[in-house]
């Protein structure tokens, strides 16, 4: 069995399952729309900044959790955003989930994987 081969079947897997095809076709939408792709963009950059801030025992300030709430109100509002946000989630989850079967195969966890998924 070819490692290289498996991973290409994988990856082909991967793009032919309907998490990644709905999270596709979204995102191209949302590509199309230059002011809604930046209040996505904004949403996300400020969201990771917050939970880069939380994992190195910062607390989130009041303004950026305020600004995130803001934020994600605007997008709730919008219903191809909001789609976007729920295919993204359903796609992130299932990439995850593949993580952490490859890392349980190897009998441990592999980089960026949560522990919490189980």
Known sequence: MNVYNEAHNLAQAIKECEEFKAYD?????????????????????????AQLSQMSGQETSDDVIDKLKELYGILLRDPIAAEYMQAEMRFSLMMNDVYKILGDAMGKSMPGVSESNE
């Not at 076709?25 to 996505?40: M, S």
Request: hydrophobic fraction near 45%; avoid cysteine.
């Open 25 to 49: 076709e979204l995102k191209k939408k949302i590509d199309a729309n230059p002011e809604l792709a930046k209040v996505i963009s904004d949403f996300q950059m400020i969201q990771m900044q």
